[in-house]
């Protein structure tokens, strides 16, 4: 990510925080290994991969609403360094099994589906949990490592260890975003046994509109590079803001069709946002029949679909700085390159 010095006031980080949060996962760093002790493999894992401002927030939100998988939390965030301890005290202060007199309800709130550049609200919402990621991800100047690169010097085994001990706790499938590994997922995908890349597609001209829209959100610019750096970054990074973004979205999505081509059908779904903002509930079935397929979940712990019927896809031409003609004409051009 881009550094946070030069964030917009809205986005910039509270230094408070993290020295506390620092501190708080330091000291419980112990206990949370002892929980690993219980990281088999019994539930799916669900990653949900694409590019920035596809809908993958959108989706993960929606998905965190049905009931059917666990996810991190805000809560659970702030715990990124001892997930499984998080994950116990999350539980002891939201779930109704815990609940004595009714002392603690004040994180329990409802899921609403808005975000901020993919920022949530409220201590239950979906969290994207990168502080998690990078714990296990060695990633430096760019966010990618040839595989071979990867193995050698990330944990990948620990992350895999920590993801099933977390399912584990919550005894459900376990949902994240994942685009942190867009341009690793095999070497992703190798950990598990049971998992389901969910790849989000969104039409290429909305997409980056969204994404230039979020740079001067964040940053409050056009120019500065958002969300990951991606193998191709240096050669992206300094041109003009529209190529740059085109670029980088290109990159994104050709890495995804590469890294899943060679999964079997259980364990990818492509995902259409303006199909999925059109009918959800399909999407929700897709999901359960390759769930149950891998074993990664049983029948009888499926809820009921009880989710929005549709969505308003937000497909409508408001830049500025760029026609959407242009934004046309550079797309092709950086798809051409590309090839």
């Known amino acids: 990510m881009t550094s946070s010095e030069n964030r917009t006031k809205t986005f910039a980080r509270v230094s408070a925080l993290e020295v506390l949060l620092k501190e708080l996962n330091s000291g419980l760093r112990l206990p949370n290994e002892q929980y690993l002790e219980g990281s088999s493999e019994r539930f799916s894992k669900i990653f949900i991969v694409g590019s920035l401002r596809s809908g993958t927030t959108l989706f993960t939100q929606w998905l965190a609403n049905s009931g059917l998988v666990a996810y991190p939390t805000n809560l659970l965030s702030r715990f990124y360094g001892v997930s499984l301890v998080g994950a116990k005290i999350q539980q002891l202060l939201t779930d109704p099994r815990y609940n004595f007199r009714n002392e603690i309800l004040d994180f329990n709130s409802e899921i609403n589906f808005s975000s901020d550049n993919g920022k949530t609200t409220g201590a239950l919402a979906p969290n994207e949990f990168w502080y998690f ?65 969910v790849w989000i597609r969104r039409d290429p001209i909305f997409n980056i509109q969204s994404a230039l829209e979020a740079r001067k959100r964040q940053y409050g610019d056009i120019a500065t590079w958002y969300s990951f750096k991606v193998k191709e970054y240096p050669h992206l990074k300094d041109l003009d803001p529209l190529e740059s973004v085109a670029g980088q979205i290109v990159a994104i999505n050709e890495s995804v069709e590469q890294g899943i081509a060679k999964l079997p059908d259980h364990m990818k779904l492509i995902v259409q946002y303006e199909n999925f903002c059109q009918r959800p509930e399909h999407y929700f079935n897709e999901i359960i029949s390759r769930l149950v397929y891998q074993g990664g979940i049983g029948e009888k712990d499926i809820p009921a679909y009880c989710g929005e019927k549709s969505f308003s896809a937000t497909n409508v031409w408001r830049l500025k700085e760029y026609s959407q003609e242009e934004a046309v004409r550079v797309y092709g051009e950086m798809l051409h390159r590309k090839k």
């Open 133 to 197: 990621w990078r714990r296990f991800l060695p990633f430096d100047e760019l966010d990618y490592m040839p595989a071979d690169v990867l193995k050698q010097k990330g944990n990948l085994s620990g992350l895999r260890d920590e993801l099933n001990a977390l399912a584990n706790i919550f005894e459900k499938p376990f949902a994240m975003k994942a685009m942190i590994m867009n341009q690793n997922i095999p070497e992703l995908a190798e950990q598990f046994d049971k998992s389901l890349f």
